[in-house]
């Protein structure tokens, strides 16, 4: 099963210029570098917090529990200690399982659902198949943070500087092609939504493929 990497986080103030180039100038490329990641997409929020969304697709959950991956984990850059110690907060990070994908282009604009409990009492499938039909949906996505290897992708090296990270329990994106579709798919999904809703932009994405 496809395995996602989930990451929700703030910057701190006046480090804006140093944090994204970190992430542009060594950060993505090491992470999506990593043999069975796929591709990593970097957004912003429009409505919502924390201001940025990342997620990185892998082959398996594996891959997020590999030697290669953890290695990376447990010897951050310097460069990387120094944005994990105080520029890089408010995180929430969590391994998840892809359970459901529907549709296949991604889009420039997502609406993000996340939540703590189990969201055992929904419809998925009806909430799918509604949210498909709906004008300018792309992809919809349901994750569920994995138990696999429980205690072995936690309180590594990185996690050590910055701090104990939030966790989700599931996570439901919804792809849009432009900024008014996802607006009308954020009015359908937060008020029904148990946890916390968001639109996000696009920053960035980067394939494994483009580092060959």
């Known amino acids: 099963m496809v395995g996602i990497l ?3 986080n703030d910057c701190a103030v006046g480090s804006m210029d140093k944090y994204e180039s970190w992430y542009h100038g060594e950060h993505l490329a090491d992470r999506v570098g990593v043999s069975g ?23 398996s959950v594996d891959v ?8 990376q984990l447990d010897n951050p850059s310097p460069l990387t200690q120094e ?10 990070r ?9 549709g296949a282009a991604r889009g420039g604009y997502i609406v993000v659902g996340r939540t703590k409990s189990k969201l055992a009492n929904i419809d998925w499938s009806l909430l799918l198949s509604n949210l498909t039909s709906k004008p300018g949906v792309l992809r919809l996505e349901l994750w569920r943070k994995t138990t696999l290897g429980e205690g072995s992708n ?5 996690e050590q500087i910055r701090g ?11 792809h849009t092609a432009r900024e008014d579709d996802a607006r009308v798919i954020y009015d359908i999904v937060s008020p029904t939504h148990d946890g916390e809703t968001g639109i996000y932009r ?3 994405e980067l394939e494994h493929a483009d580092l060959s």
């Open 37 to 59: 990641f796929r591709l990593g997409r970097r957004h912003e929020a429009l409505v919502g917090s924390p201001h940025y969304f990342t997620y990185y697709e892998t082959a």
């Open 94 to 102: 969590s391994v998840c399982e892809r359970m459901a994908c529907v």
């Open 202 to 204: 696009l920053v960035s």
């Open 83 to 92: 944005i994990m110690a105080g520029v890089f907060i408010n995180a929430t």
């Open 154 to 158: 936690s309180a590594r090296a990185e």
């Open 164 to 174: 104990a990270d939030e966790n989700i329990t599931d996570a439901l994106i919804v």
């Open 6 to 8: 989930a990451i929700w």
């Open 64 to 71: 997020l529990l590999s030697e290669e991956y953890l290695r």
